[in-house]
T-cell receptor, first 114, second 108 residues
Framework: NAGVTQTPKFQVLKTGQSMTLQCAQDMNHNSMYWYRQDPGMGLRLIYYSASEGTTDKGEVPNGYNVSRLNKREFSLRLESAAPSQTSVYFC?????????????FGPGTRLTVL | AQRVTQPEKLLSVFKGAPVELKCNYSYSGSPELFWYVQYSRQRLQLLLRHISRESIKGFTADLNKGETSFHLKKPFAQEEDSAMYYCATMDSNYQLIWGAGTKLIIKP
């Protein structure tokens, strides 16, 4: 049981390049999330998916797109990277069993845009 | 809009001293509150939630609706408690609203 996995762990991009961050969970959770973590700002929600086939914008969606490929996988795409997107990106999934609502996090992707 | 405030960016205490990490929230209903912790080079993980009223690793947090607070406390800090701590509340759409985090440093 790997929990939530993310690839890659590190990435350096040049301004204007594109990339996709991959996320998968093996806990059979319906809800999945993408956050960015910046110093002094906590975690900010980029996009989320309440269930397979649905996605919704979070607090900071501009410059990003997402795909909920199936129940396990939720990818985040940067079409044209900008230096302001330099951040650590976390994927999470949420348990709903027994009213738990705990979010389980991946190890993060540290992205630098030059 | 709901908001979570952690007033201290950095808190430094000596080993064995009491620790209190502050968290205040704004929410008109009955909030669901969490503390998450991120140890160095590890992923974020749930520390405790107010619903379960549990004590994890010696930490407790009590919901004070009058003061709209959910402070995290531990009577005797240990060096392994050094980490980043985040307070969060869940909104009506099951999204977490996060505080900015407090970096806790336990000095030997």
């Amino acid at each position: 049981n790997a929990g939530v996995t993310q690839t890659p762990k590190f990435q350096v991009l040049k301004t204007g390049q594109s990339m996709t961050l991959q996320c998968a969970q093996d806990m059979n959770h319906n809800s999945m999330y993408w956050y960015r973590q910046d110093p002094g700002m906590g975690l900010r929600l980029i996009y989320y998916s309440a269930s397979e086939g649905t996605t919704d914008k979070g607090e900071v969606p501009n410059g990003y797109n997402v795909s909920r490929l199936n129940k396990r996988e939720f990818s985040l795409r940067l079409e044209s990277a900008a230096p302001s997107q330099t951040s650590v990106y976390f994927c999470a999934s949420r348990s709903t069993s027994g009213g738990n609502n705990e979010q389980f996090f991946g190890p993060g992707t540290r992205l630098t845009v030059l | 809009a709901q908001r979570v405030t952690q007033p201290e960016k950095l808190l430094s205490v000596f080993k064995g001293a009491p620790v209190e990490l502050k968290c205040n929230y704004s929410y008109s209903g009955s909030p669901e509150l969490f503390w998450y912790v991120q140890y160095s080079r590890q992923r974020l993980q749930l520390l405790l939630r107010h619903i379960s009223r549990e004590s994890i690793k010696g930490f407790t947090a009590d919901l004070n609706k009058g003061e709209t607070s959910f402070h995290l406390k531990k009577p005797f800090a240990q060096e392994e408690d050094s980490a980043m701590y985040y307070c969060a509340t869940m909104d009506s759409n099951y999204q977490l609203i996060w505080g900015a985090g407090t970096k806790l440093i336990i000095k030997p």
